[in-house]
């Protein structure tokens, strides 16, 4: 972007760097203005006092603030050193309007007013982190666009426009957070070195972990700058969870099983987990940058920074059966409320079973990008930049279920005798009861007559099922730029600036989730796609091969399924889940193979199950998803699969150009920007669908394997929109401005809601006596739309600012967003074949909604005392409306929307000590609709998320003026997540607080 000429010298934005370097986060203010004398200063030789310290640099960005003609936030490098935060979204989260979400004790993605439809920039331009579209979690949430992996000591500072002009790259609806590298010319001759090192350690899980971070720069007498920054953060984290929310199959009223017993409706989940969630993250990362003046008028430039991040999840999950799980009955005696909320009650079911589930994602980024700018010093400027930048990920995952109730299991090997199954643990009792107790995270007991000792005794315990899966992704973009200005007038007052400028993009994706497959054909399972259509019966399906997925010792020949006259004469006359012989061997118990056994005392907290402690497959065996898989079965050799509903191509291509015009000078009353920005997308999405209506799978069926018979459907489309933009600020007194901005701007959809295919979820039917007992049935699905439209809206802002000295500021300001229309999950019933005849089943959908608005207003304050206390706060009220329904509520707000927030902070500093505390806080929010299957019906329900507020602080001393000390704490209170369906009292998703404390040191010269 390049306006009017904003000439600052070096040296003082050097001087206010310098402290900043050594402090926790390792950064420099970048682009500072001149500091103000009101704090701790230091007087230079030219008689410049320089203001130093944390409140520095919350005047830096306030002048900064003053001087935009944009409405804009900043956090400059000082900021982010100066809290105790783990990546850059945390560094955004104490701005005015901003809010974040979070996840294992992590913030995650930024919301500017409320809205997730934002575009992160790095110095203007394409920024790629790996984490744009991944998945999470034994439910394989997807989650898009977070900040989690970008180190805040990479960063030289954050700027967020909630308001655009013309120059600026198109893609945000809620406004655009830029990230700023930093420059060595920006600091005095010769070497700066600074860096820190210190140990963390989370509340809940045990050992001190290493983060630190470097800085090494050289100026060469402001001709060439050389500056590079290394950063290493490992971190342990322990939450307790209430999951389950990834099986869709509950029930409320035909679809309960236990109608009969219970006629009284009752919101029943499939299952209920309990989960005691370990993840260990370790992030490093490097920064290059080199800034070379040959001339006075030319400056060449090149930035690179690498991450690598790597996040190794290990849950251990209890499932607790209910509505259409593997429920029998729910006693006499339960307490359902008036809405149909299980209170308190006690269930008997068929299966206890617990999963070791491990989780290992490695995500790789690299961006990479040049610049030329050249300034004669009269009335004409140009840059010309150019951007590349990649990521990958790679995620593996392994599974284990082990089982405490008897389980059934196929005997004898192929070419026996066919002799019916035998519980694989004959000493485990046959069913179990267990009471429930409801609230945000429920607690369980064991029922009469259930062993005390259910979860830990190693007569109980089978290893009943495994299986491994994986995702990849990766994604590239380049892009090419150029801007230009020129003064038509560049007196002192009244001055024209006009600028133009174009830009070509590419960015493209690649996603893909397989599956680790087992090759049963050295057993004797048949393919069956080989069969002859002349032996071939009719009725029968001959669509599957012979690989599986889950190896299960329940599950027997897929032989066992085919007409007589098609088995070989061992299987004659065999029943898949009954005389078949096992297909998947050695079956291991608890009893046989202790080796692989792990006990978790105080499991979950150690309150919410009964006995506090479970015994399952040791996770720390699973880390290699492959490799563990392979030596349990080392005679059947697995190999991965691409599933191909479950992977895509995003290419998007754009071309941009812009004209604008900038009316007055520094020293005016009043500055104008008004300008068009035209950008033509073309949008290429390649995304797999079944070939056939009876497609052929690497698999035994559907649920045990991966699409073999599939097609490849391209959509393509060409949009483009015209983005005009007007922003005007008036001095209304020397220390009151009032800002207007209206603009028209565009968002792009989510990746996945473009690329996803037709995914389906089954679950085996345990029902004894069932027409479909031991049959997998279709329960729930999801699917993508190619055909998405992007969010597009109209934008007002005018906004009335009170500077009160160079030190604090009381701000007002109110926004309308004019939404065409907001992308809305909806659930649809949707047939899918299964084993049992198929059948109706809810399917979520992203579908373009008719419009909608966003409106709130901000208001903030901000002030420093000369004894060293100052303060900051903000308030923000984001109202959303979309056309977004479900069976309870009309004119849904926009998915994520906190409708109020709050933001403060408090800090002291004087003589080398420093104090600071922070509290963010949300309220409420919908996370989206969630839809199930009960009988013909298909129900939908909001989720919301609970209000959530954290409170963080630091404590620091300068020992001299190149050495200090700091203890950081994050999360003090260990506040919790929660989110509940649709009812307050009907929870859905539970996710304990983690404190986590930093101890360490500093260094600058």
């Known amino acids: 972007m390049i306006g009017n000429r904003n000439i600052t010298r070096r040296s003082l934005m050097a001087a206010a760097s310098f402290y900043a370097m050594g402090s926790t986060g390792i950064a420099t203010a970048q682009d500072a203005p001149a500091p103000a004398p009101e704090a701790e200063a230091a007087e230079t030789d030219d008689n410049i006092i320089i203001v130093s310290g944390f409140r520095a640099s919350l005047e830096n960005a306030l002048v900064a603030k003053r001087d935009s003609n944009l409405i804009i936030e900043s956090v400059t490098a000082e900021d982010i050193g100066k809290f105790p935060d783990q990546n850059i979204a945390e560094s955004l989260q104490r701005l005015p309007g901003i809010q974040i979400d979070r996840e294992n004790g992590q913030g995650t993605k930024v919301r500017i007013r409320g809205l997730e439809q934002n575009v992160t920039l790095l110095n203007g331009d394409l920024f790629v982190s790996g984490l744009e579209n991944f998945k999470v979690g034994e439910g394989n949430f997807v989650r898009q666009d977070s900040l989690e992996g970008v180190p805040s000591e990479l960063i030289g500072g954050v700027e967020v426009y909630k308001s655009p002009n013309a120059s600026l790259l198109e893609g945000g609806l809620g406004g655009i957070v830029n990230l700023k590298t930093r420059s060595a010319l920006d600091m005095k001759d010769g070497l700066t070195l600074a860096g820190n090192a210190r140990l963390n350690k989370g509340s809940e899980i045990s050992g001190w972990k290493p983060t630190g971070a470097v800085v090494a720069g050289y100026n060469f007498n402001d001709t060439l700058g050389i500056i590079a920054s290394f950063s290493y953060d490992q971190t342990n984290d322990h939450h307790n969870v209430l999951g389950g929310e990834n099986r869709g199959n509950w029930a409320f009223a035909d679809g309960r099983r236990d109608q009969a017993t219970t006629p009284t409706n009752y919101y029943a989940p499939e299952y209920r987990y309990i989960q005691d969630r370990d993840q260990y993250r370790k992030r490093w990362g490097a920064s290059l940058g080199i800034n070379y003046t040959p001339t006075d008028q030319l400056e060449l430039s090149a930035n690179y920074i690498h991450s690598e991040l790597k996040i190794d999840t290990r849950e251990a999950s209890l499932k607790f059966p209910f509505g259409q799980g593997e429920l029998l009955q729910l006693r006499p005696g339960a307490t359902i409320d008036s809405d149909g909320i299980l209170q308190s009650g006690t269930v008997q079911a068929n299966s206890s079973e617990a999963i070791s589930f491990v989780d290992i994602s490695n995500i790789i980024s690299d961006n990479l990008q040049f610049g030329i700018k050249f300034d004669n010093g009269t009335n004409f400027r140009a840059n010309i930049a150019a951007n590349y930048s990649t990521a990958n990920l790679t995620r593996e995952v392994a599974n284990a279920d082990v089982r405490q109730t008897a389980y059934t299991v196929r005997q004898d090997g192929a070419g026996g005798a066919l002799v019916n199954g035998v519980a694989g643990n004959p000493a485990a009792p046959a069913t179990w009861d267990f009471t429930y107790q409801n609230g945000k995270f429920p607690t369980f007991g064991f029922g009469p007559g259930t062993p005390t000792d259910l979860f830990t005794n190693p007569a109980y315990g089978l290893f009943k099922s495994h299986w491994a899966f994986g995702d990849r992704s990766e994604v590239d973009g ?33 996603f893909a989730s397989g599956r680790y497959l087992a090759d049963y054909s050295g057993k004797g399972e048949l393919d069956a796609t080989a069969i002859p259509d002349a032996e071939r019966v ?22 066992c399924d085919l007409p007589e006259v098609n088995k070989p004469a061992a299987f004659a006359g065999c029943s898949r889940f009954g005389n078949s012989p096992v297909i998947i061997a050695p079956i291991q118990s608890f009893l046989s193979n202790p080796e692989r056994l792990e006990t978790i005392e105080n499991f979950a907290g150690g309150k919410n199950i009964p006995g506090g402690s479970l015994t399952v497959q040791d996770r720390s065996q699973m880390t290699d998803a492959l490799a563990w898989i392979q030596a349990l079965y080392p005679d059947t050799p697995f190999s991965f699969f691409e599933d191909p509903l479950q992977a895509y191509l995003v290419k998007e291509e754009t071309k941009s150009a812009y004209v604008m015009a900038d009316m007055g000078s520094p020293d005016d009353p009043y500055h104008i920007n008004v300008g068009l920005r035209i950008i033509n997308t073309k949008l290429r999405v390649d995304q797999n669908q079944p070939s056939n209506a009876d497609p052929s799978y690497w698999g035994t069926d559907s649920w045990n394997g991966v699409l073999r018979d599939f097609q490849t459907d391209t959509t393509t489309k060409s949009t483009t929109d015209f983005l005009p933009s007007i922003n005007a600020v008036v001095d209304v007194a020397d220390d009151q401005k009032l800002r207007f901005s209206a603009a028209r701007v565009v968002a792009r959809q989510k990746l996945d809601d473009l690329g996803r295919g037709f995914s389906t979820q089954f679950t085996r039917d345990s029902t004894v006596g069932s027409p479909t007992e031991n049959l997998f049935l279709f329960t729930n699905g999801s699917r993508g739309n190619a055909g998405l439209e992007p969010f597009r809206a ?25 939404v065409d229309s907001f992308i809305v999950t909806e659930t649809v019933p949707v047939f899918v074949n299964d084993q049992g005849g198929g059948r109706l089943g809810p399917v979520n959908q992203p579908a373009n909604g008719t419009g909608g608005r966003v409106r709130g207003f901000e208001l903030a304050g901000q002030y420093a005392f000369d004894f060293g206390l100052g303060f900051t706060g903000n308030y923000t009220f984001s109202d959303t409306k979309t056309d977004g329904s479900n069976d309870f509520d009309t004119n849904l707000p926009l998915e994520g929307v906190s409708k109020h927030s709050f933001n403060g902070q408090v800090y002291f500093e004087k003589d080398g000590f420093a104090a600071r505390a922070s509290y963010s806080w949300r309220s409420k929010q919908l996370l989206g609709n969630f839809g199930f299957g009960d009988g013909g019906v298909t129900r939908t329900l909001g989720i919301y998320g609970r209000p959530y507020g954290q409170f963080d602080g630091q404590l620091s001393y300068d020992i001299n003026e190149n050495f200090g000390v700091f203890v950081e704490g994050i999360n003090l209170t260990k506040a919790n997540q929660s989110a509940y369906l649709q009812f307050p009292e009907l929870p859905f998703r539970y996710e304990s607080g983690s404190r986590r404390i930093y101890v360490g040191g500093k260094f600058k010269f």
Do not use: C, M
């Not at 892009?479 to 830009?503: C, H, M, N, P």
């Not at 802002?797 to 701000?811: F, K, T």
């Open 478 to 510: 380049h892009s090419i730029k150029a801007d230009f200005a020129y003064d038509v007038d560049d007196g002192d007052a009244d001055a024209i600036t006009l600028s133009a400028g174009f830009r070509y993009g590419q960015r493209q994706v690649r």
């Open 538 to 559: 009719d009725g029968f399906s001959y669509n599957w091969t012979p690989y599986g997925y889950f190896q299960d010792p329940a599950i027997g020949y897929k032989i």
């Open 794 to 818: 109209y934008q007002f802002d005018l906004a009335y600012e009170l500077y009160l000295g160079r030190q604090g500021l009381i701000s007002v300001g109110a926004f309308w967003k004019e």
